[in-house]
């Protein structure tokens, strides 16, 4: 059986919180008619992140007949960014998706991504916004910060799209791997960084898709504040700001190729 999903979890410092997120995702994959990858693309961690990955692979995935496995990907510390486009760029399945480490987004919700990709989409975003959204604990000032960094994506960069940050996406695997190949702001020459570095690589990713065309949908999720968030409203917010006009001054400079690139990244399938 062909492979068709992998599952890319960024990790910084997750020791405590990557245990439970594996062990709620493993049953849902499990259910499923197809195999699918877990890849924990860990950024840099110091504390016992890796070695949770691999404790859990070796104890509840060791026994099953490979129709869900687990793949840690190990990266200096750049980001989740540079996280993401790491375990992005291994991931062998028809599908790709990324989620965050706090099960922010349900995997659950994957059910509607997969349905809207396989009608046609190349690029499905996972949406706290819309008729059907739903978005559970959230601070009043949190939403607001974020309606108007929207606006100024919308304005800016990536119109009519309604939340470019939700941390749940899922892309055709070739889309996936052409778009992160390519991103700019944090590619290969990403920095290292003290601390979570939470950025707007989405809004790159996006604008990319835009641009080459590539099928986008939105759709409606259900989403949980969390409050032992790694977001820092003022640091964070006015890096993504920053993100929004690097990728307009980027695409101005005639930096991002008019058409999707050779996929020089690609890996071979599963």
Known sequence: M????????????????????????????????????????????????????????????????????????????????????SGVLQAR??????????????????????????SGAEVVIGSREGLGANRIGEPWYRHLMGRVFNTVVRGIA???????????????????QRLFGALQLYGDDARAVRGPAVTAFDVEILFLARKWGYRIGEVPVTWHYGQETKVDPIRDSLRNFADVLRVRWNDLRGRYAAQPPANVHESPPA
Not at 15 to 25: G, Q, V
Not at 42 to 70: I, K, P, W
Not at 170 to 175: L, P
């Open 2 to 85: 062909d492979l068709t999903l992998s599952v890319i979890i960024p990790a910084y410092n997750e020791e405590r919180r990557l245990p439970d997120t594996l062990s709620a995702i493993t049953p849902y994959l499990q259910q499923q008619p197809y195999r699918t990858e877990i890849i924990v693309s860990d950024d840099g961690s110091t504390d016992r992140t890796t070695e949770m990955a691999e404790a859990y692979a070796r104890s509840a995935l060791n026994d099953q007949d490979g129709h869900v496995t687990l793949q840690l990907v190990r990266n200096e510390h750049r980001g989740k960014a540079a996280a993401v486009r």
């Open 93 to 118: 399945g028809r599908y790709v998706l990324f989620m965050d480490a706090d099960l922010a987004t349900p995997i659950q919700e994957w059910d509607k991504l997969y349905a809207v990709l396989e």
């Open 158 to 176: 990536v119109a009519g799209i309604q939340d470019t940050q939700c941390g749940f996406k899922g892309f055709g695997r070739d889309a996936a």
